[in-house]
């Protein structure tokens, strides 16, 4: 990969603890078969020897990595160490057309910068496919099948409601909702505009996404953008993907991605225009458990076939729904 004024991709990775993973990220990023891409790798808060390990692999490779071994204050998280790295990266590279930020456990697909690249020829930001490490799903054997299911059976019924009413580039467009850290790309002129990454301890990924959107920069969920995460139980950030699928395999109740509202507040958000932008956020107090799902599918499920009746030939976004769908 290339070093100075050839950089025109920044990938940025935080990484908290992450020997045993970096080399493998690293390795997946120097199969890319591109010539014009820098990486930041911001190690935060490690006690381990992820900054060493990263370092030694870089040089193994050919990689440009430039490597900040940072401790930031406690209770800052995911959000400040990709500020960090992006701010880094762009300082080095100033001429770079485009940031890339991926995770430390996770494995890029070999096109991955490509189809990211490509994609941002049309659009502000690209939010890849985000799917589990094949080599590992036996981590997730203790999950309960029957909530898991029907979680993401909600999941597409929300997603296909939602794209009812605000389809296309500033709602939701593309083949998927995911909107993680561990696959988004966003041009730079974009990601100046609406201030960067904020300082969250969790959920940046998905804050910048609705930002880029409410401010009309035009974001696409490609289904040809892939990465696999790590399956483990055992997290670096409060709230992650590992939290989440640790409740699940723990077999009790358990409170459901914050992205998914009640099947009536959704109803009543699209019936009043005032859905905002994808992905959703759910407060605190209205998150359903997975124990609620079974009612909120079945009221969801009656509002999608009373769309369909009242709107047979209806064309996606053009309009506002004239019912009420309770």
Not at 45 to 52: E, L, R
Request: charged share 20%.
């Amino acid at each position: 990969m290339a070093t100075g004024p050839a950089v025109r991709s920044v990938v940025v990775i935080p990484a908290r603890n992450e020997e045993r993973r970096i080399a493998a990220c690293l390795q997946a990023l120097a199969m890319q078969g591109v010539s014009d891409c820098g990486i930041i790798l911001v190690a935060n808060n490690c006690t381990d020897q992820t900054a060493q390990i990263a370092g030694a692999t870089a040089a193994a490779l050919g990689l440009g990595l430039d490597i900040i071994d940072c401790t930031l204050p406690e209770g800052v998280g995911v959000g400040t160490a990709r500020r960090i790295g992006v701010d880094r990266g762009l300082a080095v590279w100033p001429w770079a057309n485009e940031v890339l930020t991926t995770d430390a456990d996770c494995l890029v697909a070999a096109d991955w910068i490509t189809r990211n690249k490509w994609h941002l020829q049309h659009a502000a930001a690209v939010c890849g496919l985000v799917k589990p490490m094949e080599s590992e799903l036996a981590v997730l054997a203790g999950i309960e099948i029957a909530p898991a299911e029907m979680e993401g059976r909600y999941e597409r019924l929300v997603s296909d409601f939602y794209r009812q009413f605000m389809p296309g580039p500033f709602g939701l467009e593309g083949e998927h909702g995911c909107a993680a850290g561990a696959s988004l790309a966003i041009n730079v002129a974009a990601y100046h505009a609406i201030g960067g990454f904020a300082d969250l301890a969790t959920g940046e990924d998905r804050d910048l996404i609705r930002r880029l959107k409410a401010a009309k920069h035009p974001v696409r969920h490609a289904g040809d953008v892939a990465v696999a995460a790590s399956c483990r139980l055992e997290g670096r950030a409060d709230g992650g993907m590992a939290e989440a699928l640790r409740v699940r395999a723990a077999r009790t109740d358990y409170l459901i991605d914050d992205g998914l509202p009640p099947a009536q507040m959704l109803i009543d958000a699209a019936y009043s225009n005032s859905l905002g932008p994808w992905p959703l956020r759910v407060a605190p107090l209205d998150r359903l458990r997975a124990q609620d799902l079974k009612l909120h599918i079945a009221l969801l499920e009656v509002a999608l076939g009373k769309l369909a009746h009242a709107f047979p030939e209806k064309v996606p976004g053009e309009g506002t729904l004239r019912m009420n769908l309770s």
